[in-house]
């Protein structure tokens, strides 16, 4: 039951051309690496380079012949003298590679010093951030402080004044008459009620 159903299945994908699970994967990269635009765009740039290199070599073939024949010289001599002038091909590619590899070990180093001082230099300004709203937060208590100590002093003078100000009875001057005056009009009034009932 199970080779029936792969069966349909591959009747299926090939009725749908779908591409089936069994599609050849190194052939289906290549034609992807092949069609990517990026090695197109590789690719012409190695045939230009390669295109401007030859109009080069027969620019300069041509300006040689040019040459040989304004000043009658054999153009073979000449053509030697001239591939004698030109710089030799290195056949030594990693001659390099150690000292670039040192200079790539040092962009790292410097690039990771960079890294570490805006580290720094976040963490520095941040601090001087938090000095700052530590500073302006004691400012803004010292003067609230300062302002309900003065409100005090204001409502303490106020409250001075007003007791000053404010005239004494003969009644009031005596220290056991307020009392008896309370007393007797509370008893005045019991005597009222009294003599009401």
Known sequence: MSNSGLKL?????????????????????????????????????????ANGLRQEQEDQARAVERHAQEQNVPIAELRAVVVAMRPPADHQPFEGQAAHEARA??????????????G??????????VRQAQ???????????????????????????????RPQSSSESEPGAEPRARAGGATGSGAASSRGR
């Open 105 to 118: 070990a040092q962009q790292d180093l410097m690039a990771q010093m960079e890294a570490q001082r805006v």
């Open 120 to 129: 720094l230099f976040r963490w520095y300004r941040e601090q001087q951030t």
């Open 9 to 49: 299945r591959a009747k299926l994908e090939e009725a749908l051309h779908l591409e089936g699970p069994n599609i050849d994967l190194p052939q289906r990269i290549a034609s992807q690496i092949i069609d990517s635009p990026y090695l197109i765009k590789q690719l012409g740039d190695d045939l230009g380079t």
């Open 135 to 165: 500073t302006s937060l004691a400012e803004q208590q010292g003067q609230s402080l300062a302002a309900l100590a003065q409100q005090l002093a204001s409502t303490q003078r106020r409250y001075k004044r007003s007791f000053v100000a």
